[in-house]
């Protein structure tokens, strides 16, 4: 009587399904618990499978040799995703992991060949060698690089996750939530079509030799990268464009040697800000490249001098009294009327303080 269309449940635990004619199942509501195996025999023949938000824990291998599932959408009130609970389900394509997921642990994916793309959420803390064997792996989002944020050697390298293999037709990865790039972190890998890196706003430092001899035409540093490690993009031969904020205070000592496609260099600063930076040995690529430098927008400064000041009070109600006057209208914010406002306020303390010390001066004369 526990038995209802192939399930074998016990209070709100599912312990197996077994249906040969089924192609697909929706788990009950309800459900808390999935058994280790549950579905490793009797789920071949599945399309889909839907679990329920209420879901706490699935099993190791609950899911194995499905070899016929194709899509599977894991909520985030499941906090880990246990030791091959996904491994060699050869149809597999398409894979949710909901925010709350903190675990995912080694060989959860193993030997999914027809894993294409999977985006890994925030709230995962801890990526063992969970997709080792997913040769066709072509597009990533990820928090960190590595299996956690805080991982040292070998761990710490993008290939861990891949059991220490690299996933040779790999096209994009996007990073979404780290301080920084570890070292070594793509260096030397066998990523033939790596041609697009995204990384996170946040993002503060970039380590040593991290992207080294990969094949990426074009990187965008973030706004807030402080530090480029020696050998950062160290014979990126194809790199052809770069783009850095003035935040950056250090480049080291061939961090981008034998880049010898860069042509271009997008510098969100002025060349007084490029001339603070210390650049380490062995860049000469980059110091030839092509700059474009963008000053970056300070809110309030209509007149463009680098200052707040009651000069850009004068320009900005000259502008609005019709007269022909140019302003930097980016510089024209909400925060810019603060500063102005602050300004302004400066301006006039500073006035009455004059005229205070003035008249004070000829009383006493």
Known sequence: KNREDGAFYIGDILIEYY??????????DGTRVIASFAFAVGGFGFESVTIPKGVTHIGEGAF?????????????????????TFSR???????????????????????????????????VEYIGSAFEDCDYMMEMTLPFVGKSRTA??????????????????????????????????????????LHEINLPDGLLTIG???????????ITIPETVTSIGDGAFLNCKSLEKVTLYNKVKSIGASAFFGCNSLESVTYNGT????????????????KEAKFNFIAPVIPGDVTGDGVVTRSDLLRLAKYFSGFE??????????????????????AWRSTSRALMLNWANKKEQ
């Open 19 to 28: 249906n040969p004619e089924s192609t697909g199942y929706v788990i009950k």
């Open 64 to 84: 194995s040799n499905c070899l016929t599932l194709t899509e599977v959408n894991i909520p985030g009130s499941v906090e880990t995703i246990k030791s091959e």
């Open 89 to 123: 389900c050869d149809a597999l394509r398409s894979v949710t992991i909901g925010d709350g997921v903190k675990t995912i642990e080694d060989g959860a994916f193993f030997s999914c060949p027809d894993l294409e793309s999977i985006s890994v959420p925030k709230s």
């Open 152 to 193: 040292e050697e070998p761990d710490s390298r993008f290939s861990a996750i891949f059991g220490g293999k690299e996933p040779t037709r790999l096209e994009k990865v996007t990073i979404t939530d780290t301080e920084s790039i570890p070292d070594y972190a793509f260096d030397g890998g066998e990523y033939k079509l």
């Open 208 to 218: 040593e030799c991290a992207f080294g001899r990969l094949d990426t035409w074009e």
């Open 271 to 286: 060349e007084a800000d490029w001339a603070k930076i210390n650049i380490g040995s062995d860049n000469e690529r980059l």
């Open 325 to 346: 006057v140019e302003i930097d209208s980016a510089a024209r914010t909400l925060q810019g009327t603060a500063k102005l406002r602050e300004a302004t306020y400066s």
